[in-house]
Structure formats: structure tokens, C-alpha cells
């Protein structure tokens, strides 16, 4: 029974590249959050996903990320002309509902590095 | 909007002591309160987690956390720490009513001594 998966684990970019960060949620699950790691810091909310809707992006930035969660395939969270501040560690949640008391599955994250 | 301070970044114990690692939370109302803990590389996984009923909870790996709402913690407890238990842990809190919508503390990193 696979968990959360993402990949890549790691992603190496220069700056003013584009970083795309997969997440296949846990099998019966639709719903999926998106958390950025900074150093010394704990997770951040970015994005709130179900299948094909944004019901949540209050904790992104603005301008150049973007994230979708299609109908079929996996959700992408999209960053454009990467800046070094973005170097961090992306992880991907799913659950199966939008009950609060459904603990939230984590995936390993992918490690940005941005050059 | 509710927030978690973790007042220990580390912390440091020998091994077979007890451990208690502090979570304080800000919420309006009864909070959904959970611990995870991540090892190096990883993702979170979730230790254990509190929502209504009798206030000691009991989670994985021997660990428990205590909900004390007048103190507005949920400080996470465990009798005796084995090597393994070195890790970082998290406390998160939730917010009743709509989505499941997380907030997590800045994570307090474990590091036990032989």
C-alpha cells in the first residue's frame, strides 16, 4: 500500500528556471496540501487541493507559483524563474476527507536547490 | 488564526531518561491538536493526536501528550528515550469547522546520548 509519493527527491535549478514538484496522494485519497520547510523553521502552509479545485492558496506567494491537482495524475506545485530564497523542502500531504481529524499522510519531500 | 510555539529548538537527553518536549498553542476555541515527527529526510509522520474526550492521549512508539486547556498546552511525554527517538518533532494544531487546514510549530530537534 504505497504512501505519499513525490519525486523528485532532489532538484537542483538555476536561477530564473522552472522547478516542477509531483505528488501521487495515498491510493482512496483526494485531498492534498502542500507545506514548504525552511531551515530552522517548521512547515508552512502553501496550498489546499482537491481533485481539479484550489480550495485553499492562501500561503502562496503571489506571483510565480502555481499548483493543480487534475482529474487524473498527480498534483503539480509549479515554481517560475526560481530565486535563490526558494531553495527549501516541499512536502505533499494528502487525506482522505476534509474531516479535521484525518491525520494528514506525508510524503518524503523534494529538496530544492536553487543555484 | 491559531498558532503553536515550540519554546525548545533542542534538546538534548541520555538515553533511558524521560522526555518532555513543550507545545503551547493559541486558538479560540477547542483545538484539534497533533505531534509528528520527522527523521532525517523524511516526511512527518504522526505520533499521536487529541480532539475531544479524556485529556492524556496515548500514541505510538510509548509516547504521550497531556491537553491542558488552561494552560494551553500539549506538552508531548515519553518515560524512558531510546536512540532512536532521535528526530525532530512537531506540534501542529487544527482548527475546528471547515477543512483541515494544519499549523505547525518550528519543531524542537531530539538528541539522545548514549
Known amino acids: 500500500n504505497a504512501g505519499v509519493m513525490q519525486n523528485p527527491r532532489h532538484l537542483v535549478r538555476r536561477r530564473g528556471q522552472e522547478a516542477r514538484l509531483r505528488c501521487s496522494p495515498m491510493?482512496?485519497?483526494?485531498?492534498v496540501y502542500w507545506y514548504r520547510q525552511l531551515p530552522e523553521e517548521g512547515l508552512k502552509f502553501m496550498v489546499y487541493?482537491?481533485?481539479?479545485?484550489?480550495?485553499?492558496e492562501s500561503g502562496m506567494p503571489k506571483e510565480r507559483f502555481s499548483a493543480e491537482f487534475p482529474k487524473e495524475g498527480p498534483s503539480i506545485l509549479r515554481i517560475q524563474q526560481v530565486v535563490r530564497g526558494d531553495s527549501a523542502a516541499y512536502f505533499c500531504?494528502?487525506?482522505?476527507?476534509?474531516?479535521?481529524?484525518?491525520?494528514?499522510?506525508f510524503g518524503n519531500g523534494t529538496r530544492l536547490t536553487v543555484t | 488564526a491559531q498558532s503553536v510555539t515550540q519554546p525548545d529548538i533542542h534538546i538534548t537527553v541520555s538515553e533511558g531518561a524521560s522526555l518532555e518536549l513543550r507545545c503551547n498553542y493559541s486558538?479560540?476555541?477547542?483545538?484539534?491538536l497533533f505531534w509528528y515527527v520527522q527523521s532525517p529526510g523524511q516526511g512527518l509522520q504522526l505520533l499521536l493526536k487529541?480532539?475531544?474526550?479524556?485529556?492524556l492521549v496515548q500514541g505510538i512508539k510509548g509516547f504521550e501528550a497531556e491537553f491542558k486547556r488552561s494552560q494551553s498546552s500539549f506538552n508531548l511525554r515519553k518515560p524512558s528515550v531510546h536512540w532512536s527517538d532521535a528526530a525532530e518533532y512537531f506540534c501542529a494544531v487544527g482548527a475546528q469547522g471547515g477543512y483541515q487546514k494544519v499549523t505547525f510549530g518550528t519543531g524542537t530537534k531530539l538528541q539522545v546520548i548514549p
Open positions: 487541493l482537491q481533485k481539479e479545485n484550489i480550495i485553499d
Open positions: 491510493k482512496g485519497h483526494s485531498h
Open positions: 500531504a494528502s487525506s482522505p476527507d476534509s474531516y479535521q481529524g484525518s491525520p494528514l499522510h
Open positions: 487529541y480532539f475531544s474526550g479524556d485529556t
Open positions: 486558538y479560540g476555541a477547542t483545538p484539534y
